[in-house]
């Protein structure tokens, strides 16, 4: 038996989240066209043949300022502390920017060796990547270069194949059928989140906290679920909620289903709208997401 933790690293909005479902193979982090959709670690489970791989999805690596924005750096880089391999992640449309130029360079004072794999390839003509994949062999940091892209999944099953091998001996980490670490409250938020993320324009998803403060067992198997979406100022909570209620309302409506299919049975989801002018700087939020408020 074999088992070990990849972690998963890269700017942000080079597709991490959706390959770690990719490589899951169902749906654990959640994803937006949006940067800092992932705000913290979450673990994502895979087992082949005999080998159980933990990926550990981390929030975008850049150049944070606010505390609120630091402490996600800081855990994608806890992320890779104690992995036993690191997989890079690079746009291959963007190509190398300054953002992962850092983050090689940080890898490479570590002298820790890293698997970079060119994600979204689906968007680059097949003449443009080579140039691409030789200046990261030139970067001196790779152990290995992949070409994938996380939305159709091409060259995902060889990249897989290649993480497996790396894998320690050892027992398997969680049980055999564990799809992923994370909390049923904290799923929940975050599928909550998702929807904040994909339906408010501009800045205002990152305005935004939810948290899920109420569970309870309802008729019928369903489940009860209270969630409070944080927002800064009352002109975001009039956003939220929309003219007579009809954005709060769309952005329930999907987090409902989305939450009824990942828990696999009928949810009631009441969600509330307050305002928290200083919630990105309140420890506990932090503690909630698994953050850590002092970096
Ligand atoms: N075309 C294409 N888009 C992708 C691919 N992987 C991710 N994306 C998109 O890139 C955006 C950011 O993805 P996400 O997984 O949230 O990136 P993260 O911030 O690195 O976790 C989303 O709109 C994804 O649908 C890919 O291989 N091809
Ligand atoms: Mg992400």
Do not use: C
Request: proline content about 4%.
């Amino acid at each position: 038996m074999r088992a070990g933790f990849v972690a998963v690293l890269g700017a942000p909005n080079v597709g991490k989240s959706t390959l770690v479902n990719r490589l899951v193979g169902a749906k654990v982090a959640i994803v937006s066209p949006k940067v800092q959709t992932t705000r913290s670690r979450l673990r994502g489970i895979r087992v082949v043949d005999e080998v159980q791989i933990v990926f550990v999805d981390t929030p975008g690596i850049f150049a944070a300022k606010r505390r609120f924005e630091r402490a996600m750096v800081h855990a994608a880089w806890s992320g890779a502390h104690d992995a036993d391999a690191i997989l890079l992640l690079v746009d291959a449309r963007r190509g190398l920017t300054g953002e992962t130029g850092a983050i090689i360079e940080r890898l490479k004072e570590s002298g820790r060796e890293a698997l970079i794999a060119l994600n979204k390839i689906d968007l680059v003509p097949r003449q443009r990547l080579l140039p691409l994949a030789a200046a990261v062999e030139e970067t001196g940091l790779a152990a290995e270069i992949f070409m994938v892209s996380a939305l159709d999944g091409n060259g995902v099953d060889h990249l897989l194949a290649v993480l497996k091998d790396r894998m320690p001996p050892g027992p398997w980490l969680y049980p055999e059928d564990q799809l992923a670490d994370i909390s049923e409250r904290l799923l929940a938020a975050e599928i909550t989140r998702e929807q904040l993320f994909l339906q408010l324009r501009q800045e205002l998803p990152y305005a935004v906290a939810v948290e899920t403060e109420g569970w309870t067992a309802a008729r019928g198997g369903a489940v009860r679920v209270e969630q409070v979406i944080y927002v800064q100022r009352e002109t975001h909570k009039g956003i939220v909620l929309g003219k007579g209620g009809q954005q709060i309302r769309a952005i329930g409506t999907a987090a409902r289903a989305g939450l009824a299919e990942a828990l696999g049975r009928p949810v009631d989801l009441k969600l509330f709208v307050k305002v928290r002018q200083r919630w990105p700087e309140d420890p506990e939020r932090y503690r909630d997401i698994g953050l850590e408020y002092d970096v």
